[in-house]
Antibody, heavy 119, light 108 residues
């Protein structure tokens, strides 16, 4: 069974940093691309970042480019999102999500971790 | 940047057919994916590559894509289909994933 479990969310002050992790199991992690998708409270889905299976290709949404860094460790079956210079508008549930195709679709999602940016 | 437009809400009676649209410039040239999200839950893929259904998704769910509009069709709607639905494409011109704003499906 495919499982994606996010961790690392919490309350952080504006300008602060946070590192999200996603532990993957139930599939060959190194064979799949991965994404981070977020959802602000009461709002829609927003794609955040993509990383290919070998980490050779990485993309970011304009809203996070230069502040967030996606990475993965295939030996540890883990995906990460380093978030710096956090803003109130980054407050959201962050989902770790597996890519099924070249980039999309997303076929499996974690349950999400809540990041709250507030003073 | 590429924009996907969905109606905020669609209402349908049980047993009827619901159609949720996703508009975008020449969206027919892109692959469209659809997700269902129920309150407090993670999204679930219901249609991919315009019209393919993942295993476990009822045949009542179907999709089409042509011109400037993609459509998710849910036949014989059930109370359990009540959820938010999102369309998604990959914008290859900017290398960005794009979601529509979402449509809340209400079963009357």
């Amino acid at each position: 069974e495919v499982q994606l479990v996010e961790s690392g969310g919490g309350l952080v002050q504006p300008g602060g940093s946070l590192r999200l992790s996603c532990a993957a199991s139930g599939f060959t992690f190194s064979s799949y691309s991965m994404n981070w998708v977020r959802q602000a409270p009461g709002k829609g889905l927003e794609w955040v970042s993509y990383i290919s299976s070998s980490s050779s290709t990485i993309y970011y949404a304009d809203s996070v480019k230069g502040r967030f860094t996606i990475s993965r460790d295939n030996a540890k079956n883990s995906l990460y999102l380093q978030m710096n210079s956090l803003r109130a508008e980054d407050t959201a549930v962050y989902y770790c999500a597996r890519g099924a195709g070249e980039v999309l679709p997303i076929d499996y999602w974690g349950q999400g971790t809540l990041v709250t940016v507030s003073s | 940047s590429y924009v996907l437009t969905q109606p905020p809400s669609v209402s349908v009676a049980p047993g009827k057919t619901a159609r949720i649209t996703c508009g975008g410039n020449n969206i027919g040239s892109k692959s469209v994916h659809w997700y269902q999200q129920k309150p407090g839950q993670a999204p679930v893929l219901v249609i991919y590559y315009d019209s393919d259904r993942p295993s476990g998704i009822p045949e009542r769910f179907s999709g089409s894509n042509s011109g400037n509009t993609a459509t998710l069709t849910i036949s014989r709607v059930e109370a359990g289909d009540e959820a938010d639905y999102y369309c998604q494409v990959w914008d290859s011109s900017s290398d960005r994933g794009v979601f529509g704003g979402g449509t809340k499906l209400t079963v009357l």
